[in-house]
């Protein structure tokens, strides 16, 4: 009997198609880079503490690799990225291990870290993991200056319900079978547990 195969098997099998084939014209790498550049400094703006975590790192160059894809991002005076230039030698190379764009997606809707190789200054690399985990963009916030904030706080209330939802889906897809989940291991014992001699 053929063991059943995940549905994103196929989507693998795509997106490795597409990669392949023609590449995108550099100035559309460039502009979409900027675009992202753009936007983690719009969130880092509304993060004092991000900012004067990342003044201490001015000059600072950090690339971001992933399969044939990379950025580099250099820390200006203002604590706020730039893009780096192309010749320049990175103090910090993070690879993100993880191939397949949909497992990544995976990862990052069950609210996980991607295995990232780290190569480099530990101090930068201490304050970019500081970032990951302590810096949040408030849609609700960007939100209300657009349509103001009661519907803003009914759209972000949505989104959140359907942002668990897809992440119970996700959990449910990528939870072992029963045949085969460990069993737990047995809780340790105190000095007090412990049976008399």
């Given at each position: 009997?053929a063991?059943?195969?995940?549905p994103?098997s196929f989507l693998d099998g ?7 084939g023609?590449?995108?014209?550099q100035?559309?790498?460039h502009?979409l880079?900027q675009r992202m550049v ?16 990342l003044v201490r790192q ?5 690339r971001?690799?992933?399969?044939a894809?990379?950025?580099?991002l250099?820390i200006?005076p203002a604590?706020?990225f730039?893009?780096a ?11 993100i291990t993880e ?12 609210g996980d870290?991607?295995a990232i190789?780290?190569?480099?200054d530990v101090?930068l690399?201490a304050?970019i993991n500081?970032l990951?985990?302590?810096v949040r963009?408030?849609?609700e916030e960007?939100?209300?200056r657009?349509i103001g904030d ?6 972000a ?5 359907a ?7 996700v959990g449910?897809?990528?939870a072992?079978t ?5 069993a ?6 105190t000095?007090?547990?412990?049976p008399?001699?």
């Amino acid at each position: 009997m053929a063991t059943p195969q995940s549905p994103f098997s196929f989507l693998d099998g795509l997106f490795e198609r597409v990669a392949a084939g023609p590449q995108p014209p550099q100035w559309l790498v460039h502009e979409l880079q900027q675009r992202m550049v753009l936007f983690l400094n719009h969130v880092l703006m509304q993060e004092q503490e991000a900012m004067d975590r990342l003044v201490r790192q001015k000059g600072r160059i950090a690339r971001v690799q992933w399969r044939a894809y990379s950025m580099a991002l250099v820390i200006t005076p203002a604590g706020l990225f730039n893009l780096a230039p192309e010749a320049a030698v990175p103090d910090l190379q993070l690879h993100i291990t993880e191939t397949s764009p949909f497992a990544l997606a995976q990862t990052a809707l069950r609210g996980d870290k991607p295995a990232i190789r780290i190569e480099g200054d530990v101090q930068l690399a201490a304050e970019i993991n500081w970032l990951v985990d302590h810096v949040r963009w408030d849609v609700e916030e960007d939100l209300a200056r657009v349509i103001g904030d009661a519907p803003a706080h009914t759209v972000a209330q949505v989104a959140s319900r359907a942002a668990q939802a897809l992440r119970q889906f996700v959990g449910a897809r990528a939870a072992p079978t029963p045949s085969s989940a460990v069993a737990p291991s047995p809780a340790p014992t105190t000095g007090s547990d412990r049976p008399a001699a």
